[in-house]
T-cell receptor, first 114, second 109 residues
Framework: DVKVTQSSRYLVKRTGEKVFLECVQDMDHENMFWYRQDPGLGLRLIYFSYDVKMKEKGDIPEGYSVSREKKERFSLILESASTNQTSMYLC?????????????FGDGTRLSIL | GQNIDQPTEMTATEGAIVQINCTYQTSGFNGLFWYQQHAGEAPTFLSYNVLDGLEEKGRFSSFLSRSKGYSYLLLKELQMKDSASYLCATREGNNRLAFGKGNQVVVIP
């Protein structure tokens, strides 16, 4: 079974802090994704990466950056946290190849910015 | 870009059948996924359709009509554990998924 692990289930930070959310997958997947999920808005893609050191902006990249130094790890960075970044953050990974390959999700990090 | 529409909530009785609809508009359709998400948990993969027709997997079936931009997920013999949000997502190109807002299904005894 694919295992996608997010470092924290719950996190509380203060406005202006630099925040790191970590995600690790154990299936040697090329592709990794960061989403945020908000009530009434669904899952929205922030950034994704299709290879080490490669990154692509998703639909809502403003206020975020990412890092992919190793294949198994994809980090989401909030450079200067703001209250509107309070949300559930979900990481996912996917193998390249067959088009029916689904994305596999971690359990999520519920981030509160005070 | 993609525009995906799902109804927000429905209630159904244990043992019944429920159909969850999803309509989409996309510039480059490359498959449609259904996910189940229990409250506070990760979305888990249910089904994938890329060709028109019905795909059956046990109690769950998923249908796709590409010409109509329409899919549905059919849940049969509903169980209490099926209470969850059901997410429809279309793939554009090779990698990205665009998700609908999800449909909350509440199963009552």
């Amino acid at each position: 079974d694919v295992k996608v692990t997010q470092s924290s289930r719950y996190l509380v930070k203060r406005t202006g802090e630099k925040v790191f959310l970590e995600c690790v997958q154990d299936m040697d997947h090329e592709n990794m994704f960061w989403y945020r999920q908000d009530p009434g808005l669904g899952l929205r893609l922030i950034y994704f990466s299709y290879d080490v050191k490669m990154k692509e902006k998703g639909d809502i990249p403003e206020g975020y950056s990412v890092s992919r130094e190793k294949k198994e790890r994809f980090s989401l960075i909030l450079e200067s946290a703001s209250t509107n970044q309070t949300s559930m953050y979900l990481c996912a990974s996917r193998a390249t190849g067959r088009r029916d390959q689904p994305q596999h999700f971690g359990d999520g990090t519920r981030l509160s910015i005070l | 870009g993609q525009n995906i529409d799902q109804p927000t909530e429905m209630t159904a009785t244990e043992g019944a059948i429920v159909q969850i609809n999803c309509t989409y508009q996309t510039s480059g359709f490359n498959g449609l996924f259904w996910y189940q998400q229990h409250a506070g948990e990760a979305p888990t993969f249910l089904s994938y359709n890329v060709l028109d027709g019905l795909e059956e997997k046990g109690r769950f079936s998923s249908f796709l009509s590409r010409s109509k931009g329409y899919s549905y997920l059919l849940l049969k013999e509903l169980q209490m554990k099926d209470s969850a949000s059901y997410l429809c997502a279309t793939r554009e190109g090779n990698n990205r998924l665009a998700f609908g807002k999800g449909n909350q299904v509440v199963v009552i005894p």
